[in-house]
């Protein structure tokens, strides 16, 4: 058996990587193709070509390149019906993985399989009819996801967020970052635009942390490709963080953090897996923000805040990222984490802490859909 797989960012590379796994476990001698990163890669994948041409996020950001990524979409939609696959399996990245089904679907009746639930319940209520058209079976990560799916005509299936499966630093990793004044783990994306907009204003906070808290440290985890950007953005940082590429040290970083500065995005899952309380700091192109806003249906980005149904996590969203209300931000939850670490914890519950893991649960899912 074979599978033709999408990913097109790192959380889609994680995620690939684990069906991929469980999809070995359960069905032994299955093999890959498809599009994916260094750890689906590790899994048995070679890359049509490198993943990263496809890490883009916005209207106004994905322009510029428009016709690069429909070349990129008709490469890959050829590539699968030559592989005649037991199904496709797009990975989150939407905007590249559904126009693939399309063409896909337009050819053959090969049954597709989408790994994330569209966000329905924040913006664009009807991307779920529109993926129902090229779109058999949905893998869900959140819980109150498969009634949306399945009213758009979908299958779909709860399958529990691959962060709960994660690994925890190690008392050995936990060694690697000395202990001592407040540590703030700063996190401005994994994606070069994200970096760009969010680390000036990352390191201005920092600058009014620092006047309250002169001891203040920050450490920086990111990617191998990303760390010249990286050293470049923070090099005149008040408080100089300490970057690391490695997965042990970031492991450590999440572990031992007093709060953490965090773009919007799947990362506050992360930490709230390491029960590490957080601040939400993120801007958007302005079309790409204000389109955005327009067709908004949730008050609040942060999945802590949806999945716990509080709104203890603190979110500062475009022109509202200012360096001074942050900072303050940051100080009240070094106060008080309290409130913040019981949404964090029941968050992790509902995502399916103590279950099967995840990877396996959506292999299943896979299994049984076929």
């Not at 994200?194 to 000036?200: G, H, K, Q």
């Not at 990111?222 to 690391?244: G, N």
């Amino acid at each position: 058996m074979s599978f033709f797989l999408v990913a097109g960012e790192p959380s889609g590379d994680k995620l690939g990587a684990a069906l991929m796994a469980g999809l070995k476990e359960l069905s032994p001698g299955v093999t890959f193709q498809g599009v994916g990163g260094p750890l689906m890669q590790e899994q048995g994948m070679v890359s049509l070509f490198p993943m990263e041409e496809l890490s883009i996020m916005g209207l106004a950001e994905v322009l510029p390149k428009y016709f690069h990524l429909k070349r990129r979409i008709r490469e890959t939609a050829e590539a699968c019906l030559a592989a005649n696959p037991a199904a496709l399996i797009t990975i989150d990245s939407p905007d590249f993985c559904l126009w693939v089904a399309g063409l896909v679907k337009a050819a053959t009746p090969l049954r597709t399989i989408h790994y994330v639930a569209p966000s329905v319940w924040a913006w664009r209520p009807g991307r779920a009819r529109k993926m129902a058209r090229v779109i058999d079976h949905v893998l869900a990560l959140l819980p109150f996801e498969p009634p949306l799916m399945t009213s758009a005509g979908m299958t779909c299936d709860f399958v529990g967020h691959p962060v709960v499966a994660e690994p925890r630093a190690s008392k050995a990793e936990l060694a690697l970052i000395p202990g001592g004044d407040p540590l703030v783990l700063c996190l401005p994306g994994s994606r070069r635009g994200e970096i760009l907009r969010l680390a000036p204003r990352m390191g201005e906070t920092l600058t009014a942390l620092k006047a309250r808290h002169p001891g203040v440290r920050a450490v920086l985890p990111t990617l191998p490709h990303l760390k010249a950007l990286i050293e470049e953005m923070t090099q005149d940082w008040p408080v100089p963080p300490q970057i690391t590429t490695d997965p042990a040290e970031k492991r450590a970083a999440f572990g031992l953090a007093d709060v953490a500065l965090a773009a919007s995005g799947t990362v506050s899952l992360e930490l709230a897996a390491n029960q590490c309380p957080m601040v939400i700091a993120y801007d958007l192109h302005p079309i790409t923000l204000w389109l955005m806003r327009r067709m908004s249906l949730t008050d609040t980005y942060t999945l802590v805040n949806l999945v716990s149904e509080t709104r203890h996590i603190p979110e500062y969203i475009g022109e509202d990222f200012l360096p001074g209300p942050v900072a303050k931000a940051l100080e009240r939850v070094l106060a008080n984490p309290g409130p913040q670490e019981d949404a964090m914890a029941l968050t992790m519950v509902r995502l399916g802490l103590g279950a099967e893991p995840p990877g396996l649960r959506a292999a299943r899912s896979v299994l049984a859909h076929l």
